[in-house]
């Protein structure tokens, strides 16, 4: 049973959840799991080893859902960190709590053991993109769904406990801070006279170049003028739209397009680069003209210490311009 309990003093809201103990290595160091043929429950052949299938790509026409020949597999969480119709009791002053409802997928993007988002072609990155689009629709159809964030950890630095490539999805009954925070500002700068904030950011970001790693029609890929990480990315689509629910199948092949060189980049500067990738769209239910969606790259190369998390400041060791420039060259080699 998990539960939402807010923090007193700064009002930031936490999922309790004792079930997730039990985990592959959730206390250990991070390591790399197990290996392909042995006890890896995402692998193919393996489909018993996880809770039921929700969909699949990939399969030939009446080959039996929930067993192998997918390219992508969505299924529960089998540790979920929230559950539809999870209890709890409610927290009084002065600790606030509440239920912890939500839900919980895990998203399996190939049936390789090895590699990573990097490793995928841009037509499969294009595909994963879609197959996110559609459990986000589903997802925030649900009437107790606030949010849904799709999110990736690659490598144990940044927090994976299965080898295996694989995303996750979670949706929630309450708006992420960082979202807000993000929505807050874009309706700031239009309530200031701008149009929206990032469609701007993105159009400035291009006129000087310094920042862009890779630009295509429909999207770019940018190092964000305060990165918190080395390397760290943001890709978006040109077109303003919400999220991919309310934005065109285009719009996320756009995105690949671009994504599919700057993830290859990465991986050139460091070998199977640690990462976390997380996807931002606005509210489920929310106005779509407010928010631009838009994927957050995160390598994890460097560790987080003690002031960062006693201050919520980054201390980043690179550059974006240096890092920019960097991935541009390794974008270009590639591409030659």
Same mark, same amino acid.
């Given at each position: 049973? *998990? ?6 003093l700064t009002?930031?809201w936490?999922v ?9 290595d ?5 390591v790399?799991g197990?290996?392909?043929g042995e006890?890896?429950?995402f692998c193919p052949?393996?489909?018993?080893m996880?809770?039921?299938?929700i969909?699949?790509r990939?399969?030939r026409e009446?080959a ?6 997918w ?9 979920p ?18 239920p ?17 988002l990097?490793t995928?072609?841009d ?9 996110l ?15 849904v964030?799709?999110?990736f ?5 940044a ?12 949706a929630?009954p309450l ?15 239009r ?5 929206c904030?990032l ?13 862009i790693?890779?630009?295509g029609?429909g ?8 990165s918190?990480f ?7 689509p040109?077109?303003?739209v ?5 934005? *065109? ?11 599919g ?6 991986a ?10 997380i ?6 239910g929310?106005?779509?003209d407010?928010?631009?969606w838009?994927l957050e ?7 987080l210490?003690?002031f960062?998390?006693g201050s919520g400041?980054?201390i980043?060791s ?8 960097r ?8 591409? *030659?």
């Amino acid at each position: 049973m *998990s539960q939402w309990r807010q923090d007193p003093l700064t009002g930031r809201w936490v999922v309790i959840a004792e079930g997730r103990h039990r985990r592959p290595d959730e206390f250990a160091p991070a390591v790399a799991g197990p290996a392909a043929g042995e006890t890896c429950p995402f692998c193919p052949g393996h489909e018993h080893m996880t809770t039921p299938e929700i969909t699949a790509r990939g399969r030939r026409e009446r080959a039996p859902a929930g067993g192998p020949g997918w390219r992508m597999r969505v299924f529960g969480n089998m540790f979920p960190a929230v559950r539809p119709g999870d209890g709890g009791p409610l927290g009084e002053a002065p600790w606030p709590a509440r239920p912890g409802r939500g839900h919980h997928e895990v998203v399996v993007f190939t049936p390789e053991h090895g590699g990573g988002l990097h490793t995928l072609a841009d037509d499969d990155l294009a595909e994963l993109l879609l197959l996110l689009r559609e459990r986000m629709a589903d997802l925030a159809a649900c009437p107790e769904v606030a949010h849904v964030l799709p999110f990736f950890n690659q490598g144990g630095e940044a927090g994976a406990t299965l080898a295996h490539p694989h995303g996750q999805i979670i949706a929630t009954p309450l708006v992420p801070q960082l979202v807000a925070t993000k929505l807050e500002r874009m309706r700031q700068w239009r309530g200031e006279g701008g149009g929206c904030l990032l469609c701007d950011l993105l159009a400035r970001e291009e006129a000087t170049g310094e920042r862009i790693v890779a630009a295509g029609d429909g999207a770019l890929v940018l190092a964000p003028w305060a990165s918190r990480f080395p390397c760290e990315l943001l890709a978006a689509p040109r077109r303003h739209v919400d999220g991919p629910v309310a934005g *065109s199948p285009e719009d996320c092949t756009a995105v690949a397009r671009v994504l599919g060189p700057a993830l290859r980049a990465l991986a050139a500067v460091r070998p199977e680069p640690p990462l976390n990738m997380i996807l931002h769209a606005g509210p489920a239910g929310g106005p779509e003209d407010e928010f631009h969606w838009h994927l957050e790259i995160l390598p994890r190369w460097t560790r987080l210490a003690g002031f960062e998390a006693g201050s919520g400041f980054a201390i980043n060791s690179l550059a974006p311009e240096t890092a920019a420039r960097r991935l541009r060259e390794e974008v270009a080699r590639c591409a *030659s």
